[in-house]
T-cell receptor
Framework: NAGVTQTPKFRVLKTGQSMTLLCAQD?????MYWYRQDPGMGLRLIHY???????AKGEVPDGYNVSRLKKQNFLLGLESAAPSQTSVYFC????????????FGQGTRLTVV | DAKTTQPNSMESNEEEPVHLPCNHSTISGTDYIHWYRQLPSQGPEYVIH???SNVNNRMASLAIAEDRKSSTLILHRATLRDAAVYYC??????????????FGQGTTLQVKP
């Protein structure tokens, strides 16, 4: 049982390049989330999904897009990376409406130069 | 969304109890109180959650004030491994809930040997 797996773990991008971060969960969870964490800060919600085929904006959605084509996967895309998107990105999933725990991945450290 | 207030940092000695406070004076009747912690260079992990009654699990205890405007996370015997950032988060339960966790700054706990 792998839990929540994020791919890749590290990435360096040049300004203007695009990339996709993959989050996969094997717990049959309905809810999935993408967060970013800047140094010394708490996590901020980028986008989230309450089920296959659904997505919604979080606190800081600008510059990111997401897709949830399969229940187990939640993709975060950066179409044109900017240095301000240098951060650690965390994915999470949970089963129900907030009464159970959320499980987090180990993070993806992204640097945009 | 109702907000929480936590001290920025706390210190504890190893093998002593730790009481981490959280104020949430605007909590609503359907808000659950969740605690997560984030060890260095890791994703957050669930600690405990509750609604009205005090809760215990293998990691910690959660004491909730009678008026629910504050709560305290209790680590009964701190170890060096408990050094982390602890987040107190309110999560609204109900049909419109999406389970999304909104993180504040949290409390950085230092444990001294």
């Amino acid at each position: 049982n792998a839990g929540v797996t994020q791919t890749p773990k590290f990435r360096v991008l040049k300004t203007g390049q695009s990339m996709t971060l993959l989050c996969a969960q094997d717990m049959n969870h309905e809810y999935m989330y993408w967060y970013r964490q800047d140094p010394g800060m708490g996590l901020r919600l980028i986008h989230y999904s309450v089920g296959e085929g659904t997505t919604a904006k979080g606190e800081v959605p600008d510059g990111y897009n997401v897709s949830r084509l399969k229940k187990q996967n939640f993709l975060l895309g950066l179409e044109s990376a900017a240095p301000s998107q240098t951060s650690v990105y965390f994915c999470a999933s949970s089963y129900s409406q907030g009464t159970t725990e959320a499980f987090f991945g180990q993070g993806t450290r992204l640097t945009v130069v | 969304d109702a907000k929480t207030t936590q001290p920025n940092s706390m210190e504890s000695n190893e093998e002593e109890p730790v009481h981490l406070p959280c104020n949430h004076s605007t909590i609503s009747g359907t808000d659950y109180i969740h605690w997560y912690r984030q060890l260095p260079s890791q994703g957050p992990e669930y600690v405990i959650h509750g609604l009205t009654s005090n809760v215990n699990n293998r990691m910690a205890s959660l004491a909730i004030a009678e008026d629910r405007k504050s709560s305290t996370l209790i680590l009964h015997r701190a170890t060096l491994r408990d050094a982390a950032v602890y987040y107190c988060i309110l999560l609204t339960h109900g049909s419109s809930n999406t389970g999304k966790l909104i993180f504040g700054q949290g409390t950085t706990l230092q444990v001294k040997p």
